[in-house]
């Protein structure tokens, strides 16, 4: 998965441009900094990769969720429906929005279940967020048909999936909007970064303002002429990030290549272990192929085989147990611990966290093993680590 395996003399290069002109600010100070806009190339350039009108760059993915739901007009009060398997930022920015998290169950793809969102819909729900999980997608056209049907906005969480398409079509362009994360262990990295893509003019405008203090950027070079049609935040990325990504986002098909190799090369290896169901991929062509998920016939199973992959020396994630990837752990949202009182605390009949039961979740993460497919291996590697799984099998 990550960018950062291959830094070169690439990043350097854009990073030094930055440098060169001392202007690290990505609006304005058109003389000093001699034509270089990294932000403004990082977003043409991820427009062209998706196939979408408009992006946005920020600076975080979770800054990403935040100006997205803002800009889709989701807010205090709304209920946002969203699956247990994802990274904690996906509850936090529904959180900071004032939104309310409601959870549902994922299926064999890891993500969100289209046929359990319509159990979950209450008046108050405006949105569903799916994540696409660890590379691959969730079956977002049922997901899309499902938020048309009931006449809800689509948001899709694709941080870990840059470059994955269904059926052709890049994963965030399904719905209104899609996010992206480009912190320091995703496919391609800024070092911190996240990205917004729509084709809807109006959202891409919400984003752009939102995402610094409400500026319509329309006053030219003289920022404080900019009118403030909305009240904003600042979720700006500085050049020197988005000079790292542009570099890195470049090198995005070369990325996938490398990654589709090494999984193949040990998906191929482990089809002939009989207890292996792999991950259901609705298009497998369209995987990024960040990691191999496969699932075990009993927990008790797959927990043998996950500490014999780390006793071997081919660690993996066993995401049941993870403190920050998965619902079980999130103790913290559970009993409402938290810095100060929330918005959404303001809200009536909100659900608790702490007696929610969702038993198909657990039942498919409880069986769940992924291997993080690495850039860096080489041949030797992918032979050493095909013996050391083949061995985790035999234990
Ligand atoms: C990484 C990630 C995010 C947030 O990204 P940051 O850039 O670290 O803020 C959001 N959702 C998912 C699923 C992620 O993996």
């Given at each position: 998965m990550p960018g950062y395996e291959i830094f070169g003399d690439e990043e350097k290069k854009e990073v030094s441009d930055v440098l060169e002109t001392g202007v690290l600010f990505r609006y304005g100070f058109e003389k000093a900094?001699?034509?270089?806009?990294k932000a403004l190339e990082f977003e043409k350039t991820l427009c062209s990769i998706t196939g979408s009108r408009y992006g946005h760059l920020c600076s975080s993915g979770t800054a990403a969720l935040s100006t997205a739901l803002a800009a889709c007009g989701i807010g205090a009060g709304d209920e946002v429906i969203i699956p247990p398997f994802t990274f904690v930022a996906t509850f936090e920015a529904v959180l900071t929005a004032g939104a309310i998290p409601v959870f549902c169950d994922i299926d064999e793809t890891l993500c969100l279940n289209p046929d359990r969102i319509e159990a979950v819909i209450t008046p108050r729900t405006k949105a569903v967020v799916p994540v696409h999980m660890c590379g691959s997608m969730a079956r977002i056209d049922e997901i899309k048909d499902v938020c048309k049907k009931n006449g809800l906005i689509l948001l899709e969480d694709t941080c870990q999936s840059l470059g994955a398409t269904y059926q052709g079509k890049a994963l965030g362009t399904f719905g209104l909007a899609g996010c992206f994360s480009f912190d320091s262990v995703k496919t391609v990295t800024c070092g911190e970064g996240g990205g917004i893509i729509t084709d809807d003019k109006a959202v891409y405008e919400k984003a752009d303002q939102f995402a610094d203090h409400g500026h319509d950027h329309l006053g030219g070079p003289d920022r404080g002429a900019d009118g403030h049609p909305i009240v904003g935040a600042n979720f700006r990325i500085s050049e020197l990030n988005a000079a790292v990504g542009l570099a890195q986002l470049r090198k995005l098909d070369q990325i996938l290549k490398i990654q589709r190799e090494n999984k193949h090369a040990l998906k191929d290896a482990m089809a002939a272990l009989p207890e292996v169901s792999f991950r259901y991929i609705p298009d497998a062509n369209g995987d990024s192929a960040t990691f191999l998920s496969f699932s075990l016939p009993t927990e008790e199973r797959a927990r043998q085989v996950a500490k014999a992959l780390a006793a071997n020396g081919a660690g993996s994630a066993y995401w049941y147990d993870n403190n920050w990837h998965?619902?079980?752990?999130w103790h913290h949202l559970k009993e409402m611990k938290r810095a100060a009182t929330l918005?959404?605390?303001?809200?009536?009949?909100?659900?608790?966290y702490k007696t929610l039961a969702l038993e198909e979740s657990d039942a498919i993460m409880k069986l769940t093993i992924s291997m993080q497919i690495m850039l860096s291996w080489t041949k030797q590697d992918i032979e050493n680590r095909i013996s050391a799984i083949i061995k985790s099998f035999k234990g």
């Open positions: 900094r001699n034509g270089h806009f998965y619902f079980k752990k918005p959404f605390e303001l809200c009536s009949n909100l659900p608790d």
